[in-house]
């Protein structure tokens, strides 16, 4: 029967591995398996080596070719390495003749993510979610895992009556599934309920990608105390608070942060999660300018707003860890002049793309918070004036 466990414990040594795709650079792969190795960090493992493949098309058995196989196994054997993490989907089949070519346990990224997720999640909404998840994550990847166990031979007098392992387990998986979606509906129509009884205050969502900041914003802006660390993930459940800002009330809620090549089962398990991003009137996304790929970031959060329909809302971009940014990109020899005019050219390039939206600060320095509190208040009234034309309680 399957048994579902953590993929990661604590303190394991991994080794990663990351194909180069024809229509990839080696930058492109070398910064997916710098945030692989953190994904790796985050859920308790300590990366000693990676190594990296060019390829027109991964290997059908075991991804990687049968050289660059042997020689990550000979150095994970010889290391001590207790877990294998490649940075693309693997099929059962393929983890099923790489564990047995190598010897040590594989799981790809998609498996690692589900796995910080599960270790995160504390309401029963989220832990459902992440275990349906889960069980659609191994379901296609059965027949891979049980390779061993199917019948042998065939024809006449093989076929016996009843059912096989796996068949049971493929049974098992999507009474599971089933269960679990049911679950969901019914958490979901509370969740539903609990917003519409929020009424008529304005609802604001901060969005980005995973640890730029967002809990540690949301707990300057609410006075909150929202779990906020140096790790991907510290956040899966949405949190709400009311704020009220010079007399005007409105509603701001924090969610889960977004990652490229997000397993597909997750998003769709999270959908609920994410109508608080879909209901929400005003979007704060939030983008960590101190990272050197922040505009492939930004690239990221954009396309999976236009996925879930909620592109065309009013979006402010906060772009968070100014302090950061200044320390990794200005030398110490460099002017003060020069350096006011680089962010100046920075912000005229952000306030042009983002038509006047756009706003720096530095969320663990408390800078210019005054004036994105001042920045939000304007669009909530904004908002109010649309929703309620006549009432002026909510805008002075």
Partial sequence: MIEKKNTIQQEEKAVIVGVVHKDQKDEQVKEYLDELSFLAETAGAHTVKRFMQKLGHPDSRTYVGKGKLQEIAEYAKRKD????IFDDELSGAQISNIEKETGIKTIDRSDLILDIFAHRAKTAQAKAQVELAQYQYILPRLRGMWKHLERLGGGIGTRGPG?????????IVRDKISLLRKRLKEIDKQAFTQRKERGEFIRVSLVGYTNVGKSTLMNLLSKSDVLAENKLFATLDTTTRKIVYENTPFLLSDTVGFIRKLPHHLVESFKSTLD?????????????????????????????????????????????????????????????????????????????????????????????????????????????????????????
Avoid: C
Avoid at 163 to 171: A, L, S
């Fill in 81 to 84: 390495v207790d877990v294998i």
């Fill in 163 to 171: 059912e096989t392992e796996i068949e049971t387990d493929r049974r």
């Fill in 276 to 396: 608080e991003v879909r209901e929400a009137n005003i979007l704060l996304h939030v983008v960590d300018i101190s990272h050197p790929n922040y505009e492939d970031q930004v690239g990221v959060v954009n396309k999976t707003l236009q996925d879930l329909d909620t592109f065309n809302k009013p979006i402010i971009m906060i772009f968070n860890k100014m302090d950061l940014y200044a320390k990794n990109t200005f030398d110490e020899w460099l002017g003060e002049e020069t350096k006011e005019e680089i962010l100046k050219d920075l912000e005229a390039r952000w306030q042009d793309q983002t038509g006047g939206n756009a706003i720096f600060i530095s969320a663990l320095e408390r800078t210019n918070i005054d004036n994105l509190r001042k920045t939000i208040l304007d669009k909530v009234r904004e908002e109010y004036k649309k929703r309620f034309p006549y009432k002026t309680e909510f805008l002075y």
